[in-house]
């Protein structure tokens, strides 16, 4: 099968988000140009680490006076637009800056068994500009944070009920 690639340059929207109740959520990135809406679904660790890898890389990138600081645009609160259909599950991330054009790049590549085939795996390709990657790492921390709490034991995930928690002897935590 051939490969599809998903490219904005640059999206007018690039957010990651949730469908689902806390315990019972699937992430997704999602990117938007006019009426063109592509969706692709990873782990909650996966958008965990590409904001803080990416939130690393806007403050090296600083650091070293490539990009001024700049306020992100206005915080995106919205719920991820509709209709939501999987274009891939993501099983590799990258990240990257491309000097030439001032844009950070990140992107997203299927979960395949054969990765090295002709074809290679469906691509999802995001160029930002340094303030609109910094809302992406602020508005994705929150996304991840809003599941839920942690145990004040263990740091497992409480359920609404509490849960067995392996530091308090198998006793129930609330």
């Known amino acids: ?25 699937t992430f997704f990135l999602q ?19 590409l904001a803080d890898r990416l939130n690393q890389l806007l403050d090296e990138l600083e650091r070293r006076g490539l990009t001024e600081p700049e306020p992100p645009p206005p915080s995106d609160a919205e719920p991820l637009d509709e209709p939501i259909v999987e274009a891939f599950r993501a099983g590799t991330l990258t990240l990257g800056w491309d000097g030439s054009t001032d844009r950070v790049l990140v992107e997203a590549r299927a979960q395949t068994e054969d990765d090295d085939s002709e074809d290679g795996p469906d691509l999802f390709r995001v160029r930002l500009t340094a303030p609109a990657a910094r809302a992406f790492v602020e ?24 849960h067995i928690c392996p530091r308090g002897n198998g006793h129930y935590v609330n």
């Open 1 to 25: 099968m051939p490969r599809r690639r998903f490219v904005f340059d640059p999206p007018e929207r690039f957010v990651a988000g949730t469908v689902g109740e806390p315990g019972d959520r």
């Open 31 to 49: 990117a938007r140009d006019g009426g063109r809406v592509v969706s692709v679904i990873l782990e909650k660790v996966q958008v965990a680490v």
């Open 139 to 162: 508005r994705a921390v929150r996304v991840v944070s809003s599941g839920r709490p942690p145990c004040p034991l263990c740091g497992q995930p409480l359920d609404p009920g509490g």
